[in-house]
DNA sequence: ATTTATGTGTAACTTTAGGTACATATCGAG
DNA sequence: CTCGATATGTACCTAAAGTTACACATAAAT
């Protein structure tokens, strides 16, 4: 905490393995960094696109995805206040085409930093080093997981297990969402989405409202999230 | 090439990158460095181990996959010559229990280097971090491009870009799998596949023989891999 | 040549999910 | 209050994919 002030770097705080780093190389990094601000519903990276700058988040949350033509979307991941976006890295590293795209969900903070900074960064320091290859491992091991939800789970094993996050992430027993969000969060359509809520109403798990799922049994919730044809 | 004989690591021609690295800490690296050989079949990784050592493909192929209770399969990606094994760095970056598995497809040859010496190359070779960073940036790619097909293809045009990428690596007009195998690739079953190839061989793309696949007509295929529905 | 193991063909059926279409409901703005 | 925009409910239908069950074919093994 000392240290994010000591550099004169208030976002700091939000990477403590960062703020930890005193090496000169990352120090001097730092001084090359621009902070910026997003409104919600930015887009950050649409397909294909290439990027000059190295991003880490400091507040809100960029919904990472793919998209069909027909319009259907599925959630990769997300990367909130104190992550990076690895998007950025695997265009510049890879050299790749971005297959995915991204969007701002919140009115996001993020930091960013030139390119040859990056690599300076990258180069000399061995903190900032494990802190990027360590982000790049866990999206790796995020997206292979939902490639196995997507392949081997029921989609309504699925809905109900994002339901409970929300809930948990939420510390609440309600969030507003709309079915529609929850669709593209899952990869398939409203109308679908629609239906297995009103069956999870009717079991008793939820509740719901206009925008908003009410948790009435967590219990229910979660016998549902594991095993549904048993 | 000379490289490679200087070192006396003849496996080192199979990665041109890392055979031109001259850094010292990389040089001390390779001394750390045993050959090793897998028959086919042997089990790299299962779920949730562990490994002690950075490994690298220096022949032959490892299908790296996931699996579910009820048995099926799929493909994620494959590690071939020239590549490096991304599980065992997830592993040892991330700290995440791997949820992929991986085995060999056929005898493979790899390299093997203590996590120390690793850490050491990545310290202090720029060359060799680049190496390992764009590969892991790869894999995330094409993972995906998994997540993307899974959610967004029918499996008919799945599998007929499967077969077209299969003759092109072979390039042959004959592949030898057999409808077992393709199902593991694509995460259904065989029943579904034979069904699937039949129709191809029926519109006159493939010819069926035990255990093989004969190409007839590239066109044809595909035109099939493109637009199915159209 | 007989057996055994593996691979393939295919029919009948069920389940899961997507698509269309439209009714209704809720909220805000004016 | 009325209108328009957005959100939800639901019925009906289609299609895609998985399941089961069994016949048959081919290759390898003794």
Chains 1, 2 share one sequence.
């Not at 005193?22 to 919600?40: K, S, Y």
């Amino acid at each position: 905490m000392s240290n994010a002030g000591s550099t004169g770097h208030k976002w700091l705080s939000v990477f403590p393995e960062l703020a930890a780093i005193q090496d000169d190389a990352w120090l001097e990094t730092l001084r090359a960094a621009r902070e910026m601000v997003m409104p919600a519903g930015t887009i950050v990276i649409r397909r294909g696109d290439a990027c000059q700058n190295f991003l880490m988040i400091t507040r809100g949350t960029v919904r990472v995805y793919e998209s069909s033509e027909s319009g259907r979307e599925i959630a990769l991941y997300r990367t909130g206040s104190g992550d990076i976006c690895i998007l950025t890295l695997s265009n510049l590293l890879a050299g790749t085409d971005y297959a995915a795209e991204a969007v701002t969900e919140d009115e996001v903070g993020v930091v960013m930093i030139p390119m040859p900074f990056f690599q300076n960064a990258m180069a000399r320091s061995e903190a900032f080093r494990n802190f990027i290859m360590a982000t790049l491992a866990r999206r790796l091991s995020d997206v292979m997981r939902v490639v196995e939800q997507v392949t081997f789970q029921r989609l309504d094993l699925r809905l109900a297990c994002l339901l409970g996050q929300l809930f948990e992430r939420n510390k609440s027993n309600a969030i507003s969402m709309t079915h529609e969000e929850l669709a593209r969060e899952l990869g398939t359509t409203r109308v679908v989405v629609s239906r297995m809520l009103k069956e999870f109403e009717n079991m008793g798990c939820i509740r719901l409202q206009r925008g908003q799922i009410e948790l009435l049994s967590p219990e229910a919730l979660a016998r549902l999230s594991r095993a549904e044809g048993e």
